[in-house]
């Protein structure tokens, strides 16, 4: 089969958002949009010219691929009274980082996984073509249709397994969600103390920048590479009213001392 083909999108969240945009300007056709909000659904249907519902009845059943894009909670779900109105030959992928392919096993002969590895926040536009797509199939044959569309939408794609997908999505949390709520900290202490948050910022863009070149423990700096115990004692000591923040600075100078710093 060759793409441009028919692609139904079930969920309108953020994901839903910046994928049905790339699918617009891949020259792609999305035959509908689903969301149990039927003001989001068509919301997001209006953007991309096509038919949004509420009802699984509506759907088109002449798909060659069904994208679930809905929170990891309601995959299952949603995959269970979906395929009540589709054909046994439908071609069905969700786009979880860290839930198995096989909670579509019970719904679909042919399903699979269409993961993009990146972080969606309202307002932000993302450049699908440096989005990392990790592709899984059931069905060895239904590989080269997901794979042929993920070329479309991105110059990064990967084969990933299920065991391979959830430990990139744990080396995910720890380089996204936790080094955002690092910066969270950060920003307190600063505003705190009445000092410009921007004042971080070139700090900030050196700390990502030299990554390209060095590697994590090449480029670690810091009182706990350099076992400096008196600096560490006047932070902790500065973080007594806030004892998680404490405990946080603790263990991640003690794991930089175990797994990188030199003795």
């Known amino acids: 089969m060759k793409w441009p083909a028919k692609i139904v999108l079930i969920g309108a969240g953020k994901v839903a958002h910046a994928l049905g ?14 969301s149990r909000s039927l003001a989001s659904a068509q919301s997001l249907a209006q953007q991309l010219n096509t038919l949004g519902t509420n009802s699984f009845a509506s759907l088109p059943t002449d798909a060659d691929l069904y994208l679930l894009l ?62 990392p797509l990790c592709l899984f199939t059931a069905q060895a044959e239904d590989y080269p249709l997901l794979e042929s569309l993920a070329k479309k939408v991105s110059n990064q794609v990967y084969a990933v397994s299920d065991e391979q997908r959830l430990q990139l999505h744990l080396a995910a949390v720890f380089v996204n969600n936790f080094t955002n709520y690092i910066q969270h900290i950060s920003g307190a202490l600063m505003s705190e103390h009445e000092l410009p948050r921007q004042m971080l910022q070139p700090l900030l863009e050196e700390t990502i920048a030299k990554l390209q070149t060095l590697s994590p423990a090449e480029a670690q700096t810091g009182p706990a590479l350099r076992h400096d115990s008196n600096t560490i004692q006047r ?3 500065l973080l007594e009213s806030r004892p998680h923040w404490q405990q946080l600075y ?14």
Do not use: M, N
């Not at 945009?21 to 689903?34: H, K, S, T, Y």
């Not at 395929?83 to 096993?105: N, R, V």
């Not at 100078?253 to 003795?263: K, L, V």
């Open 235 to 237: 932070h902790l000591k």
């Open 21 to 34: 945009e790339r699918l617009l300007q891949a020259d792609q056709q999305v035959a509908a949009v689903w």
């Open 70 to 131: 809905v929170p990891d909670q309601a995959i299952g779900k949603v995959a269970k009274q979906a395929s009540k109105f589709l054909p046994q030959t439908a071609l069905a992928a969700h786009c979880s980082g860290a839930t198995p392919s096989s909670i579509l096993a019970p719904h679909f002969q042919h399903y699979g996984i269409f993961y993009p590895l990146q972080s969606f926040s309202p307002g932000r536009k993302i450049d699908f073509s440096r989005v």
């Open 250 to 263: 603790q263990l991640l100078s003690a794991g930089i001392q175990r797994d990188i710093a030199e003795d």
